[in-house]
Nanobody
Framework: QVQLVESGGGLVQAGGSLRLSCVVSGRIFSINRMGWYRQAPGKQRDLVAMITSSDITNYNDSVKGRFTISRDNAKNTVYLEMNSLKPEDTAVYYC???????????????????WGQGTQVTVSS
């Protein structure tokens, strides 16, 4: 009942830039943390960047200074601006968010923690 839809992935040359977006939809009361994770073939899913409702951010050391996470609370959207991309950034990027929503047919508040379907980012050397 809470859906996350990512967009903005693609193929880019090393040194290039991409901007990922993730929209959270549903009967949302509030969103706490929003984040981006990535998973390369044969590897575990790792945190790339996270932003809280107070705009406190946290980055994986490998992307500090190159990636910027931001959010638009009015649009329930989180962004990931990726610059100076490297071949090792190639992965499927997943959006994650948690907060409170109203289940169908209810006005009560329930917690959610959801993932998007992922978007492929490929950086060629």
């Amino acid at each position: 009942q809470v859906q996350l839809v990512e967009s903005g992935g693609g193929l880019v040359q090393a040194g290039g830039s991409l901007r990922l977006s993730c929209v959270v939809s549903g009967r949302i009361f509030s969103i706490n943390r929003m984040g981006w994770y990535r998973q390369a073939p044969g590897k575990q899913r790792d945190l790339v960047a996270m932003i809280t409702s107070s705009d406190i951010t946290n980055y994986n050391d490998s992307v500090k200074g190159r990636f910027t996470i931001s959010r638009d609370n009015a649009k329930n959207t989180v962004y990931l601006e990726m610059n100076s991309l490297k071949p090792e950034d190639t992965a499927v990027y997943y959006c994650n968010a948690d907060g409170l929503y109203a289940p169908a047919g209810s006005y009560s508040r329930a917690p959610f923690a959801s993932w998007g379907q992922g978007t492929q980012v490929t950086v060629s050397s």
